[in-house]
């Protein structure tokens, strides 16, 4: 496929998506893995949001509906959790509040795939997970090895595209996928398959890296919840754009993390702009049409 030129008027869109979080400052509901809670944290910390753990059966649907937005990662899928995740995702959905699910290993382990697979019927706003996790949550393969994708961005795009396509039964829809990759595919009927370039990576030599990204997509849902597309791009190339940044300053993955969050905090809008490496794969009218 020709590597298409990178599109300034995403790098300008994804600026001002990003001066629109730190303006607002939301608050990211965040029903995630015990692994990543500090990181996943300091990460929305460092952008200009803020996080709230609220895994709790009976205060998680409450909180669901006050916060900016909601994410629900199934990591560590304890039987609370995995409770309080479906409370506070119904909640959401009722409420009007946009939510992340990330399918973190989903595919080959029964208990945290059919939990990813009861959320998917709620109809999260972005669905995030790398290329494994995102076919396994639509059905469309068994999953990969671990947290580790074992296929590329590529082979998730069609069962992307298909999510999107238009509501379920109930009237529920997918409205944007995210994949994860070396290079990152997103697919919503605004936008149509946009490839972020941008990243580094020791993203995946440091605890967290994939699934901070999902909190940032739902930080930036809660400033343009009419728009998850524009959002989950815009999210996605915050994040690697910032990683891509503190690699040039790190020795390793120990000092990676910290310059990350240095970066996360510091990037301006000129730094966005200058170096975003957005492409449009296909015609925004053509993705998402059922037939």
Request: proline content about 7%; glycine content about 10%; overall charge negative.
């Amino acid at each position: 496929m020709e590597t298409a030129a990178p599109e300034p008027s995403w790098a300008h869109r994804t600026a001002e998506l990003l001066e629109a979080v730190r303006a607002r400052g939301p608050l990211v509901h965040c029903i995630t893995n015990t692994v990543v809670q500090n990181v996943t944290a300091n990460v929305l910390l460092a952008l200009g949001a803020s996080a709230a753990m609220v895994d709790v059966v009976t205060e998680a649907g409450p909180f669901a509906r006050v916060a900016d937005a909601l994410l629900v990662n199934t990591g560590t899928p304890h039987a609370e959790p995995r409770a309080a995740s479906l409370e506070a995702a119904s909640a959401a959905v009722d409420a009007g509040t946009p939510w992340v699910l990330d399918p973190v290993a989903v595919g080959s382990l029964p208990v945290r795939t059919a939990l990813a697979r009861d959320l998917l019927a709620l109809g999260p706003t972005v669905l995030r997970g790398n290329a494994s996790e995102v076919l396994a949550v639509l059905g469309a393969s068994a999953g990969g090895r671990g947290v580790d994708s074992t296929v590329g961005t590529d082979d998730a795009r069609d069962a992307a595209v298909a999510a999107v396509a238009g509501p379920d039964p109930d009237g529920r829809r997918v409205a944007a996928v995210a994949v994860s990759g070396p290079v990152d595919l997103l697919v919503a009927p605004g936008i149509g398959s946009v490839r972020v370039a941008n990243g580094t990576e020791l993203l995946t030599r440091i605890t967290g890296g994939g699934c901070a990204l999902g909190a940032v997509v739902a930080a930036f849902t809660a400033v343009s919840p009419d728009d998850a597309g524009a959002a989950a791009v815009a999210a996605t190339a915050v994040h690697t754009i910032a990683a891509e940044l503190a690699a040039r300053d790190a020795g390793g993955p120990g000092t990676f993390q910290p310059h990350f969050l240095d970066r996360l905090a510091s990037l301006s809008p000129e730094d966005v702009v200058r170096e975003a490496r957005i492409t449009v794969e296909q015609a925004p009218e053509t993705v998402g049409v059922s037939a």
